[in-house]
């Protein structure tokens, strides 16, 4: 029986069942993640503090916040101030609340701005290339030789009726450049594949090509620097306000803060008013580190584990 | 019948920086309505840059230095890029020559298919993806409606070509220009894409313009064949014609170099030496330093085209009136006597 002809009538010409197919794209960033235990707890802890400063916000009455000069300087673990106050006597728990939010919506806000401006023009300039891309780039050259923290301060001082917005727009405008530099030089690998041509010979207009092809196509690399600039834009904000040219006395935010350090009997015998603030800005900035630093390793194959 | 595409006395050249290439020098063919035409030629004898120029999709370094490309009784080369835009995919549309890399790697492949139809038409995105899935299973995507929204990554080579050549027949071109489709294909696949190319153009009517180096291939599709040197059409005629009375040396090397059941030599044949630079074209005729049947003419002026019947002809001085008999290789020699026995068989057959 077993050498009976096999039953073969529907040979098909090609394999019908897909095979087992490996992850792509957002997938693969995310097996990426996953084997990595530290960048876990990174995000862990990124969302805790996410949780902390964006719903505490919402829980910190206004008079911890008011200047209450017979509470002032009044040490950690007090009762009715978890971590002290400050010499106004305000409390330190509820400025590292609202400052910390303040700084990574400031940081999110710049990186938002600079990103899509840099995608914007980074595909214009890549995508056409020639005069375009030189006109672009002549500019990009320009902003990125000017001492931008000076100029930053200069303004500060020169604007009237300065708020948390302006120094966003401000940040934002020196940041974009190289976002743009970045995306540019991805793009115009991808402008030279044959999918552009191929999508150009079936009819497609230049944007949407640009839009619907080659973005999707660097969205990879727009992650990493979302992730990365977010990081390094919280630091630029708490610089500045650590100088006391960022937001407003008004406003706290985690510069704020830390400027507290700039008393040398604060920094020697009152811990309580700065380090919390400090402690918070680093373990953001390294998390944030961190997680972009495991995307941007999982987005290139050479680096993949 | 139906002229579809007319090539008439094209002129290119790229701007480098060791000068100007003349790569496309006085090429003209025509193309008829649900007919194949084969270009054939070895590796920067300008094959793809003449397709590039029927859609207008040249590298910016190139000029256009005289003629003109007829579709429809219009001049290609005068439209502006919107015209153009609206002619790629939907009236003209080209098959590229590497599956793996001209397919956007992000986008589903049901996408890419509809895409044109969406674009050229303004269909609606389900009109335009239900038809997609008619041509993906037309053309023998296997388990197309399961694989719809699959990447291009997920499928192999030969799935791959079939997708790219539903995406150029989704708007039921008039014109197909195959840049060496089956080239980066084994060859199994590759007869299955040939067999697809030759089912879909009868399914749907459209003349192809087909490039490639690879004469069995030519011998598989082709109805007229073009050979292509150094940038010009040296031998153009009826594949029967190419193939079994072809008059022009090169042709003679290329099908010589071709390996046949029926040869009997036992080294391949292959034509000595290089193609001409073309920053600096030959004064004659181009083939002439690696043509042993050259004529001295052949150094000082280029052949005029020669008429061999009314749908062949061919670049060589040998045709001339004036030129000695040469004798063409053995293998050459028994394609003529072939070619004879097939007309007088068509003969009998006319006169019965």
Not at chain 2, 17 to 39: H, M, Y
Not at chain 2, 50 to 57: E, I, N
Not at chain 2, 315 to 326: F, G, I
Request: proline share 5%; net charge neutral.
């Amino acid at each position: 029986m077993l050498f009976n002809k096999a039953n073969k009538q529907n040979i098909k010409t090609e394999a019908g069942e897909p095979i087992s197919l490996p992850p792509s794209g957002f997938k693969l960033v995310l097996k990426e993640l996953l084997k990595d235990k530290f960048a876990i707890f990174s995000i862990l802890v990124l969302v805790l503090i996410l949780l902390f400063t964006f719903l505490g916000s919402a829980f910190v009455s206004k008079e911890s916040l008011d200047t209450n000069i017979l509470d002032g300087l009044m040490p950690a673990f007090s009762s009715g101030h978890f971590l002290g106050t400050d010499e106004g006597g305000k409390d330190i728990l509820s400025l590292l609340i609202v400052g910390g939010r303040n700084s990574i919506v400031i940081g999110i806000s710049v990186t938002a701005i600079s990103i899509i401006l840099g995608l914007v023009i980074g595909l214009i300039s890549g995508y056409f290339g020639g005069v375009v891309d030189d006109i672009f780039m002549r500019i990009i050259d320009f902003i990125m030789v000017l001492p931008r923290f000076m100029i930053i301060i200069i303004l500060t001082t020169i604007i009237s009726n300065y708020n948390a917005f302006t120094l966003i727009l401000l940040i934002s405008l020196f940041s974009w450049t190289s976002s743009a530099r970045y995306f540019r030089s991805f793009v115009l690998a991808q402008r030279e594949r044959e999918y552009v041509m191929a999508s150009k010979a079936s009819g497609s207009s230049n944007v949407a090509i640009m839009f619907r092809e080659v973005l999707p196509n660097i969205s990879s690399m727009i992650i990493i620097d979302v992730v990365l600039g977010i990081a390094g834009n919280i630091g630029i904000e708490t610089g500045l306000s650590f100088l006391g040219y960022g937001l407003p006395a008004s406003t706290p935010s985690l510069g704020t803060l830390i400027g507290y350090a700039n008393d040398p009997v604060n920094i020697m015998s009152r811990p309580w008013v700065w380090l919390p603030a400090v402690v918070m800005l680093l373990i953001i900035s390294y998390m944030i580190n961190y997680v972009g630093t495991v995307f941007q390793r999982a987005a290139d194959a050479r680096q993949r584990r | 019948m139906k002229k579809m595409l007319e090539v008439k006395n094209l002129e290119i050249s790229f701007d480098t920086f060791a000068g100007k290439v003349q790569a496309i020098r006085n090429v003209s063919f025509d193309l008829k309505k649900g007919e194949t035409l084969a270009i054939v030629g070895e590796s920067g004898s300008g094959k793809s840059v003449t397709t590039r120029s029927l859609m207008k999709l040249l590298a910016s370094n190139a000029n256009v230095e005289n003629g003109e490309i007829l579709f429809d009784g219009q001049n290609i080369l005068e439209k502006s890029e919107g015209e153009m835009r609206k002619l790629r995919g939907s009236k003209i549309s080209m098959i590229f020559q590497d599956p793996m890399t001209s397919l956007d790697p992000t986008m589903p492949i049901g996408k890419q298919v509809a895409e044109p139809l969406m674009i050229h038409h303004q269909a609606s995105k389900k009109e335009a993806y239900k038809k997609a899935l008619e041509l993906l299973e037309m053309v023998g995507l296997p388990n197309a409606k399961d694989r719809f929204k699959n990447y291009p990554h997920q499928f192999s080579g030969g799935q791959r070509q079939r997708i790219v050549i539903a995406i150029a027949l989704i708007c039921n071109p008039e014109v197909l220009i195959a840049d060496e489709p089956t080239t980066a294909l084994d060859v199994t696949i590759q007869a299955q894409i040939l067999e697809l190319l030759k089912d879909l153009q009868k399914k749907v009517k459209t003349s192809i313009v087909f490039i490639t180096h690879d004469l069995g291939v030519v011998a598989n599709i082709a109805d007229r064949v073009a050979v292509m040197y150094a940038g010009k059409i040296v031998e153009i005629g009826t594949a029967e014609e190419i193939f079994y009375n072809p008059r022009h040396p090169y042709t003679w090397g290329l099908l010589g170099s071709m390996p046949s059941i029926e040869s009997s030599a036992s080294r391949l044949y292959a034509i000595p030496g290089t193609p001409p630079d073309l920053l600096q074209p030959p004064k004659g005729d181009a083939f002439y330093p690696r043509n042993e049947f050259a004529l001295k003419i052949d150094a000082e002026q280029q052949p005029p085209y020669f008429e061999v019947s009314k749908t062949h002809k061919a670049a060589t001085w040998l045709l001339a009136p004036q030129a000695p008999e040469v004798t063409p290789p053995e293998e050459i020699q028994k394609r003529w006597k072939k070619f004879e026995e097939l007309k007088r068989a068509k003969e009998v057959k006319d006169n019965e």
